[in-house]
């Protein structure tokens, strides 16, 4: 069965850079068609796509992130993380990392949760001074 459990600092303050970790169980992260990806839901709103990094290395990272945030792996210790630079309080939100198969990771809203299979629980990060 596979798992995954998000780790990160809880509370960080503006301009600093938030470091995310996924640990994941039960399936190694270079196997196959598997695709991992960070998520995240601000307060009263909907899932946000953030960044992908497939079985074999590649990643994407969302448009809008993309000069703020980057997506890499620790294939020893079966991990992937996310880096966000220079958060501001828009960034307080629920943080998941998500597992899916094939080519399609991008998602949006309610969608996310019917195209990612395996999720971790989430760990809420907030921006604050």
């Known amino acids: 069965q596979m798992q995954l459990q998000e780790s990160g600092p809880g509370l960080i303050k503006p301009s600093q850079t938030l470091s995310l970790t996924c640990t994941v169980s039960?399936?190694?992260?270079?196997?196959?068609?598997?695709?991992w990806s960070w998520l995240r839901q601000p307060p009263g709103m909907g899932l946000q796509w953030m960044a992908v990094i497939f079985y074999d290395g590649t990643t994407h990272v969302g448009s809008h992130l993309k000069s703020r945030a980057s997506i890499s792996r620790d294939t020893s210790k079966n991990q992937f993380s996310l880096q966000l630079d220079s958060v501001t309080p828009d960034d307080t939100a629920v943080y998941y990392c998500?597992?899916?198969?094939?080519?399609?990771?991008?998602?949006?809203?309610?969608?996310?949760?019917?195209?990612?299979?395996?999720w971790g629980q989430g760990t809420q990060v907030t921006v604050s001074s």
């Open positions: 039960g399936v190694n992260i270079t196997t196959s068609d598997y695709a």
């Open positions: 998500a597992e899916t198969t094939g080519t399609n990771y991008y998602c949006s809203g309610p969608r996310c949760r019917g195209l990612y299979d395996y």
